[in-house]
């Protein structure tokens, strides 16, 4: 049975399966398969969705809003914390930046969408991978004490 402590794990892999779905996606347009890509994309979308209501559970109702703590080296928090800033303050702009890139997509406003999905895409991207990033440096690489 998956409890309140798998959530930190499964959001990783929620992030980690969107890292797929996005490369699928740019993988699949370069390569003219627009039905491929749309499926991709929404599908980048949807991981993105659940990996979000994961982390809102794990922090209101599980955490109580305290985060983890970084207990690795005392020469890496400040870069720790930067990619951490840069991870939160980009996640904040995806779900407005997709939202708008999706349905330009779906409205077949294809001029539009290429213009917002050049910004979009590799944001995306880079809040997915650091997620994972952030994952595996407070759980797996330096969990904190009791983790």
């Known amino acids: 049975m998956m409890s309140g402590n798998d959530l930190p794990l499964l959001n990783a892999c929620l992030n980690g399966l969107s890292t797929v779905f996005l490369t699928l ?3 699949f347009i370069k390569n003219g398969r627009r039905g491929a890509h749309k499926r991709a994309m929404l599908s980048a979308f949807v991981t993105s969705g659940f990996f979000l209501v994961g ?3 794990h922090k209101i ?5 305290v985060n983890t703590p970084f207990a690795g080296p005392t020469f890496l928090r400040v870069p720790y914390l930067l990619l951490l800033a840069s991870h939160v303050l980009l996640a904040m702009t995806i779900l407005p930046l997709a939202m708008v890139t999706i349905v330009r997509g779906l409205k077949d406003d294809t001029e539009k969408h290429r213009r917002i999905a050049r910004w979009t895409w590799p944001l995306w991207m880079y809040v997915s991978v650091t997620g994972v990033l952030v994952y595996l440096i407070l759980y797996q690489i330096w969990p904190a004490p009791g983790k």
């Open 55 to 57: 982390y809102l559970i």
């Open 25 to 27: 996606g740019l993988y």
């Open 61 to 65: 109702f599980i955490m109580k809003g």
